[in-house]
């Protein structure tokens, strides 16, 4: 892959990629093997002292698994890659990777309510304090919210369930400045519309489940290195990356450089704590992967004609998807110049009644929790994902009573669009 720069298409089907030694096959085998035999005793040893190339267990290092974590890695312009168990895994291990007991992470306002929830309650119970900025705040009032133990800025690139973007340009100044990692969460949007890296990130993270796999059979989570961040600046925000490791090895900053974070997540994290990404997954993942270019432009495609088609409709009171939100043209047209995603929230004017009548009247489109299938789905946010709350805290978040967040899929526009009319064609006046 280094004759030349190839253009994302190719790359998706081919970066990384290995052919198997032993049968020559042409698509990545599953190694479905715990583990992996020595050549030797001292062989095991310097396995696991760090000090061979050589894998020594699947936990954190399956052939099938590193060929997908290093494809995500090479479409979102990174340097490596990890797989884990799922999204919130994903999120989880990253954060782990940065901060502990006593740290602080600051975030945007506007998060997908699984990662608020994991933010305020285990994440918190472990000791680690999450501050929200208005995802709207200027550059200064994000600088004034850093703390000496600031050790994360997190934000996702197109929020979930409403689609608010994030400017990360500013959020990458906001980085720069003060020497604290901006870790975004590129599910939504995914590396075709949208590569943090090249606007500051240190660190991107996925739900592989979605859009990546695309075809909804697998769970699952990757954590991007960026490659772009000095972890040896600032020792002491991360003196575990500058503590001398076991059997007289180097710390991680001094052995990996810029790589340090990445082989800290794998090595310690991911190992340690253990979740595991199964190669059967990875393999699947791997085949969703190989489309992604051609089905973002379908999914773009029909979100617009989705929004266009039910922006103006009399039962829905306020439409939200950020291709056709001119309050947020200029952030999205710097952002997302090849589209905003395939999430399409539609406020119902009618409130809890409407969404059940206008949800129940669904043929095609399938009522469940998921996002990013080839299929399209919907959803009543405030009594499912946002059932938790009170009252008061949804609509804080701007979840309404009547809020319905559709993820539109890969379906003929015509039959989404003529789905979604006649059911709101049902819904109480």
Request: charged residues 20%; proline residues 4%; contains cysteine.
């Amino acid at each position: 892959m280094s004759e030349r720069a190839w253009a994302f298409e190719t790359r998706q089907i081919h970066a990384g990629a290995i052919v198997d030694a032993e049968a020559g096959a042409r698509v990545t085998p599953i190694y479905q093997s715990a583990g992996y035999v020595f050549d030797s005793f001292d062989d095991g040893a310097e396995r696991f002292a760090g000090r061979s190339a050589q894998r020594a267990y699947s936990r954190n290092d399956n052939p099938t698994n590193v060929v997908a974590a290093q494809r995500i890695a090479d479409l979102e312009g990174g340097i490596d890659g990890v797989l884990v168990a799922s999204g919130q895994a994903a999120i989880a291990a990253a954060l782990a990777a940065l901060a502990q007991a006593g740290d602080h992470v600051l975030t945007t306002d506007r998060l997908y309510e699984g990662t608020r929830e994991m933010m305020r309650g285990v994440l918190r119970r472990q000791g680690i304090a999450f501050e929200a900025v208005a995802l709207g705040a200027d550059e200064e009032t994000w600088i004034a919210a850093v703390r000496p133990e600031t050790r994360a800025i997190y934000a996702e690139s197109i929020a979930n369930p409403l689609g608010e973007v994030a400017d990360l340009a500013l959020l990458g100044r906001v980085s720069r400045r003060t020497g604290v990692p901006l870790v975004v969460d590129n599910t939504v949007a995914t590396p075709f519309l949208c590569r943090p890296f090249e606007h500051g990130a240190a660190v991107v993270i996925h739900s592989t489940s979605k859009w990546l796999s695309g075809h909804g059979s697998v769970i699952g989570g990757a954590v991007v290195d960026g490659g772009t961040f000095d972890w040896s600046a600032a020792p002491e925000r991360f003196p575990h990356l500058h503590t001398a490791r076991p059997h007289g090895a180097p710390s991680f900053a001094e052995r990996f450089g810029r790589a340090a974070y990445v082989a800290y997540l794998r090595s310690v994290v991911v190992l340690e704590q253990g979740p595991s990404f199964p190669a059967t997954s990875a393999f699947l993942l791997l085949h969703g992967i190989e489309t992604l270019s051609l089905r973002m432009e379908r999914h773009v495609a029909n979100a617009l004609a989705v929004a266009t088609a039910l922006r103006s409709h009399p039962a829905v009171a306020r439409l939200h998807y950020p291709g056709v939100d001119d309050g947020q043209a200029a952030v999205v047209a710097r952002l997302l110049p090849d589209g905003a995603g395939s999430i399409v929230s539609i406020e119902l004017a009618g409130g809890v009644e409407a969404a059940r009548a206008f949800l129940d009247g669904l043929r095609l489109v399938s009522q469940m929790t998921h996002i990013g299938d080839v299929r399209t789905l919907a959803i009543h946010s405030g009594s499912t994902i946002h059932g938790k709350l009170e009252e008061a805290e949804r609509r804080e978040l701007g979840i309404t009573p009547g809020l319905v967040r559709i993820s539109v899929g890969l379906e003929r526009a015509e039959d989404i669009v003529a789905d979604l009319v006649q059911a709101l064609e049902g819904v109480p006046a």
